[in-house]
């Protein structure tokens, strides 16, 4: 199984703040990686698939790179509602596998 | 635009078998993977398993032995089946849609969770 290594676990910000997620596999996955947003009590949803593309609807302040093993999800400037939890996953091979998230709090 | 609406036990005992049930609404059920997620504070996001509209599955292998996932396209439903359950198998659960672009793919949309308890 390839593992997916998210860093840091959690962080602290404030509204405004550049923030930047950071996500290792623990082999060569090209592009084939997801970024994942949950708020408390609900499902997972899709922020950035295929590394770097933005999905529709989702605000122009996520981005993402990477190619390879590292990857990252930046936020440019944090609202209020940016404050939960991220998650990547790769989708090169099955079984799918997610990093253990990072919880986004507020400083 | 295609949601997900998913129902089954919510408190089990241990041996018995999880069932839980995904029906898809407002889009096509062929052309897609459709997958089980489960998350539980231990092991985080794993995934378990997914199959197409003709049946074909890919299982995780972690979980192979224990489970099975089917479909109903008559209804547009799949389903999961866990038996054998153990404490450890406690977990919300979340059924998905396996997006295809190119070679890419991801879970999206995610049905709204079911919290399955295994407890004696």
């Known amino acids: 199984d390839i593992q997916m290594t998210q860093s840091p676990s959690s962080l602290s910000a404030s509204v405004g703040d550049r923030v930047t997620i950071t996500c290792r596999a623990s082999q060569s996955i090209s592009s084939y990686l997801n970024w994942y947003q949950q708020k408390p009590g609900k499902a997972p949803k899709v922020l950035i698939y295929a590394a770097s593309t933005l999905q529709s609807g989702v605000p122009s302040r996520f981005s993402g790179s990477g190619s390879g093993t590292d990857f990252t999800l930046t936020i440019s400037s944090l609202q209020p509602e940016d404050f939960t939890t991220y998650y990547c996953?790769?989708?090169?091979?099955?079984?799918?596998?997610f990093g253990q998230g990072t919880k986004v709090e507020i400083k | 635009q295609v949601q997900l609406q998913q129902w089954g036990a919510g408190l089990l005992k241990p041996s018995e078998t999880l069932s839980l049930t995904c029906a898809v609404y407002?889009?096509?059920?062929?052309?897609?993977?459709w997958s089980w997620i489960r998350q539980s504070p231990g092991k985080g996001l794993e995934w378990i398993g997914e199959?197409?509209?003709?049946?074909?599955?890919n299982y995780n292998p972690s979980l192979k032995s224990r489970i099975t996932i089917s479909v109903d396209t008559s209804k547009n439903q799949f389903s999961l089946k866990l038996n054998s359950v153990t404490a450890a198998d406690t977990a919300v659960y979340y059924c998905?849609?396996?997006?295809?672009?190119?070679?890419?793919?991801?879970?999206?949309?995610w049905g709204q969770g079911s919290l399955v308890t295994v407890s004696s």
């Open positions: 998905a849609r396996v997006v295809p672009a190119a070679s890419w793919n991801w879970f999206d949309p």
């Open positions: 407002g889009g096509s059920f062929s052309g897609y993977y």
């Open positions: 996953q790769q989708s090169f091979s099955t079984p799918r596998t």
């Open positions: 199959v197409n509209h003709s049946g074909s599955p």
